[in-house]
């Protein structure tokens, strides 16, 4: 893959963000990048492993950069993201599900937090 400008551009809106961001919130902070051309290439990145597609919540999917691999657990009250640590290794061995390889675990905990609002 050519790290183009646009690619270079969004990788580093990603990179700086420390959290998740939609295709939407992506084009507000590049307004010189069209729409089209954001969605294909977080696509791309996606494919590629460089960037993590969520879906937190019922809406638009977020996409975050992860430079470690971790889960995320989500308040229904305020809606915070909590980002936490489980070894893939030990999910595996809780899921420990017959006949089936796992080839990537994306887990989203939901519950309620006790950050005051």
């Known amino acids: 893959m050519r790290l ?3 690619r270079k551009e969004i990788i580093d ?7 998740t961001l939609s295709a939407n ?3 507000k902070l590049l307004p010189t990048i069209d729409q ?6 977080l696509d791309l990145f996606v494919a590629e492993g460089i960037i993590k597609k969520l879906h937190l919540d019922g809406n638009e999917a977020r996409f975050e950069y ?4 971790h889960h ?3 308040c229904n009250d305020c809606d915070r993201v909590i980002h936490f640590n489980a ?3 030990k999910l595996r061995q809780v899921l420990n599900i017959p006949d089936f390889d796992i080839t990537s675990i994306d887990l989203v905990v939901r519950g309620n937090c006790h950050h005051k609002k």
Do not use: F, M, W
Not at 13 to 19: D, R
Not at 36 to 41: A, E, F, G, K, L
Not at 66 to 69: E, G, K, L, N, S
């Open 4 to 6: 183009t400008k646009h």
């Open 13 to 19: 809106t990603l990179k700086k963000s420390h959290g």
């Open 25 to 27: 919130d992506l084009h």
């Open 36 to 41: 089209v051309t954001i969605y294909r290439n």
């Open 66 to 69: 992860q430079a470690h691999p």
């Open 72 to 74: 995320h657990a989500i």
């Open 87 to 89: 070894t893939e290794e």
